[in-house]
Structure formats: C-alpha cells, structure tokens
C-alpha cells in the first residue's frame, strides 16, 4: 500500500499492477514496458536527517535490454539508483542502494522501476519484499550515496528575464 504509478510515457506503452507472482507473501510490484518507457512505482517515506540508509527489495526481471537502464530502485529528483537488473532467468535477486539523506531532509520518494531519467528501456519487473533500514556505518566498500533531492538551478545575474537570449 501507499504505491503510486509513475512513467514518462502514459500511451500505453506501460502496464503496472500489483499480482500474485510474489518473492514472498501474497503480491509484489509489476511493472512491464511494452516498448520504451520510464514506468515505475513511487512510495513517499519519512527520513530522519543526516541518517546513513539501506534500501533493498527482491527483484526478478525479463527482456529488459542492456542497452539502456535496467529494473531497480533509485530515489525521485536525484541521480540515486542501485545497481540494475536485466534478466534474472527466473530467480528473485536482491538489489541494493545505500545513502545518506540531507541534514534537514524529512522525506524521499523510493522508486521500483523500469529505466531511468533519460534511459528509457522495454522489459519486465517484479518487485518484493522491500526494506529500509537505518545503520550506523556502511558495509566496507558499499557506494554511498547523497539521498536529498537536488535544489532548483536558480539563474545567475540579476534581472535574466531582461536578457537577450543567444
């Protein structure tokens, strides 16, 4: 529960759904690009600042290509994202995204999807079993990333709507 969909294109192109097919208890997450998409499902957690997090969940995936970004997790209006998968032959695999959020960040948008900003790919997903925890310290040799979402670009200068565009 709490799940929204989410994708770049809305024509079709995406079928999300919660199903039976499941790592463990009854249902998981399914997200299937019938051609290229950024589909995903997006959850709005509450954070603790300056807190060091892991974020996993069980993944099987099918047909997605190589050629762009595969099915995993990553954190809205960031570049955050675990590792991707492609193609798990029917295996349930896990996948994992350490980070830490900023010092007065309260809140950030998990996604389970399909592709990625601007790497839009065809395949499918099943996502179970999700978990965050707060730790201490990172495993030796986890890649940590910076959780807060990035700020808006502000123009330099003063008065740029009087600018001449080039």
Do not use: H
């Not at 995903?40 to 190589?66: H, K, N, W």
């Amino acid at each position: 529960s709490g799940w929204i969909k989410g994708m770049w294109y809305y024509d079709g192109s995406s079928e999300l759904a919660a199903v039976s097919s499941a790592y463990e208890g009854g249902y998981s997450l399914y997200v299937d690009n019938l051609s290229e998409n950024d589909a995903r499902f997006e959850q709005t957690v509450q954070v603790r600042p300056d807190t060091l997090y892991r974020i996993s969940c069980m993944v099987r995936a099918e047909g997605c290509s190589t050629n762009a970004a595969g099915a995993g997790l990553s954190i809205k209006d960031t570049f955050v994202s675990s590792e991707t998968v492609y193609d798990t032959r029917g295996e349930w695999t896990p996948v994992t995204l350490y980070g830490v959020t900023g010092s007065d960040q309260t809140q950030l948008v998990l996604m389970a999807r399909v592709g990625n900003y601007g790497s839009l790919n065809v395949g499918r997903a099943w996502f179970d079993n999700f978990e965050m925890v707060a730790l201490e310290e990172a495993p030796e040799g986890a890649f940590v990333q910076p959780l807060s979402t990035l700020p808006p670009v502000e123009p330099e200068g003063e008065d740029q709507e009087d600018q001449p565009l080039v």
